[in-house]
């Protein structure tokens, strides 16, 4: 989220699921980062919703704050 100022999900299931001997294990611990890399919201290990509201204008002020972009041009020339 950091590097790319760009908003990151991460989604994870809970629960299990069994497929012939195997057993998955699914914990949760869904994030949401902002362009900033700032944790915003968090879900645990039991059943919730994550409902937000995120801003393209927030992703290009980021991407201006930090620059990255344009340090990558410059080092790719």
């Known amino acids: 989220a950091f ?3 760009c908003y990151i999900l991460r989604a994870n ?4 699921y069994k497929e ?4 998955w ?7 949401l980062a902002s362009a900033n890399g700032e944790l915003l919201n ?6 919730e919703l994550m409902i937000v509201d995120m801003s393209h ?3 290009l002020q980021a991407r201006k704050a930090w620059g ?3 340090i990558l041009r ?3 020339h």
Do not use: A, P
């Open 3 to 5: 590097v790319h100022n």
């Open 74 to 76: 410059k080092v790719e």
């Open 68 to 70: 990255f972009r344009e």
């Open 42 to 47: 968090h879900l645990g290990n039991k059943e």
């Open 20 to 23: 012939d001997d195997f057993s």
């Open 25 to 31: 294990k699914f914990y949760g611990d869904s994030i």
């Open 13 to 16: 299931r809970i629960g299990e």
């Open 57 to 59: 204008h927030e992703v």
